[in-house]
């Protein structure tokens, strides 16, 4: 759960839907969605300090993506995250680097968010015991996903706990700024007419691994098994690594008729309130379930409704343009890398996201 | 262990010395250090991207305190630390405002160490369960701890990972800059004939908990009462807040007399290496052990060597300085709030860190 960000990272409970078996609550699974949030509000009640302007001046842009501050002439973007219970599932299988690739990922994707260029990123390792083929496994994923988002790496910490961590807990934080007089990217533009564009995601990323992890047991033989229609197994589908979407961002956070970047993360399709709160994010045109998604639906018992609200469901990144620049946005993300870039939705009046084809809406983000 | 900047955060192998029942090596207690010292090459091996001159320009600081990097006008450096297992501690005795202190405090304190004045921090909260009483008693540490160093809070991550994470692990990344034209305070500078001042620390800081928990044993009743001599209890001393030396930082930075700033965290009076290799710095004023740290040498059977390399021992914070500008400089300190400033050594030719009236001598930082 980041706050300042106000971002949820608890994945939601798991709807009951008649005719299925596995039906399981995150708050009988040990956490308590209310104490947490009771726990949040008691954090950030006491914590927000602001420093005087000759330490830097905060930029205030409260329940977005990143942090920014003012420092001297450069805009400086920060985020931090971690892989999460990811991190179990690849002890489980025994592969790292895509951990490595992600604990990039999750805070590049942010930084791209708000349209930052990543500049350097420093990496926390927080584990019971350092195993050496593990930590290379890690270090390689890393430096793939340093040297995709072209972000140097300024440093990191190991810290070997075995009384405070069981398994390996990764995560960093990232630094980006907004070069040759870029804006932050931020929604406040967004008008009621823009267009919304989704890049794919390459399976779930870092997020929802709790309640995916909880429908498929933890066994390696069904980790091992495959779904039908696919080539691989289930464990290696949701270790994927995160796509990243630095280039993206990169691509269009110059042009005026760019208005938003929102990255699908905990929370699914509700990441997008965190760019504009007056209007009404339309997603007629989102990727019904399909593939492992539609499967862990399906084997879970899990409505629309928390999938939603819980997966990417096959989109990782949202680009908001104006309509008159929708075509250009495609052709340069075309070149950039992602060509395979759908039209998901519009901004229309109103307030909250709606998926129209399911009846859902959302107008909360946490 | 702090990779890049080459860090160890492992408490060394308490020496075994005769006559004392309570002797453990770390070893012992379940952390290999050989399979580390790999695991940690192995991360390092693989993982130094370093990005093209458009994502910013890293500079080369290796072993240092924090990651510089130059973005457009500014160099900002950047820094990541835990406050590791002193949680455990304040979980046993249900208090925590020290802990948020700290979480701050172990990664300012390292910002001051190159001379960078702390502009923003982010922290990460990783736990068992959200409890809010803690949330509360942590926020309001960490307020305390930013509103010292005049540090804004941009963001945060709190991660309910019962699966991964037993208690509650505190760390966070802090950036910082350099204003008006000052230059990063590297050690580089630092001559033969310069003086070191220490400025006393408030206990051991967030450094060599695991060692004193296990001298101490986790029990209640023995954190609860008082050794010889104190009117605290070893439970309160061993949790006092770190304190904090931006103000020292910013006292002294500008000013060309001042070569160097050493935080004393994990690795006790070897950290003075990380500032200049081809120097010998003398300790031959340091404090002899004392109170809380005398006790614990005495109760675990702890070596000098050992002492002197794992806990502060009374001093977080060095500075280096011309000789003709040492008057000066007490001063500056003195109006900053560090009237307590000693002079604990002075640099000579040679190489390591050595403690004359201990026939001591550090040869390597990690």
Not at 23 to 39: I, K, L, M
Request: charged share 20%; proline share 5%.
């Amino acid at each position: 759960m980041r706050h300042l960000f106000a971002r949820t990272a608890l994945p939601p409970n798991v709807a009951r839907r008649p005719g299925h078996r596995r039906v399981r609550t995150y708050a009988a699974a040990g956490v308590d969605r209310r104490r947490t949030s009771r726990a949040l509000a008691a954090l950030l009640a006491n914590v927000g300090y602001r420093a005087p302007a000759t330490s830097g001046r905060p930029v205030s842009l409260p329940g977005h993506y990143a942090g920014l501050i003012r420092i001297g002439r450069e805009t400086i973007a920060v985020t931090t995250d971690t892989v999460g219970t990811k991190s179990i599932l690849a002890e489980t299988l025994g592969r790292w680097e895509e951990i490595g690739v992600d604990a990039v990922a999750v805070n590049v994707n942010d930084l791209a968010s708000v349209g930052a260029r990543p500049a350097g990123l420093v990496d926390v390792i927080s584990c019971r015991r350092a195993d050496p083929d593990v930590f290379e496994q890690i270090g390689r994923g890393i430096y793939r996903g340093l040297r995709e988002s072209r972000c140097s790496l300024l440093g990191g910490e190991t810290a070997i706990v075995p009384e405070l961590v069981q398994g390996v807990d990764v995560g960093g934080t990232a630094i980006g700024f907004f070069p040759e007089g870029r804006r932050p990217v931020t929604g406040a533009r967004i008008r009621r007419t823009d267009v919304l564009l989704g890049i794919p995601s390459t399976g779930l990323h870092a997020n929802g691994l709790t309640l995916a992890r909880r429908i498929v047991g933890a066994s390696k033989r069904r980790l091992r098994a495959r779904r039908p229609g696919s080539s691989r197994s289930v464990g290696e589908e949701l270790l994927t690594a995160s796509r990243i979407y630095v280039a993206a961002s990169e691509a269009l956070a110059d042009q005026s008729g760019t208005t938003g970047f929102a990255h699908i993360s905990g929370g699914g399709v509700r990441n997008l309130l965190r760019l504009h709160p007056g209007v009404q994010f339309v997603l007629d045109r989102w990727p019904r379930p399909f593939g492992l998604f539609q499967w862990l639906a399906d084997t879970g018992g899990v409505s629309l409704e928390e999938l939603y609200q819980t997966f990417n469901m096959g989109i990782g990144f949202v680009v908001a343009v104006r309509p008159s620049f929708e075509a250009e946005a495609l052709r340069r993300l075309w070149r950039a890398g992602y060509p395979d870039t759908l039209v998901v939705g519009h901004v229309a009046p109103g307030e909250g996201v709606t998926m129209p084809h399911f009846d859902l809406t959302y107008r909360s983000y946490s």
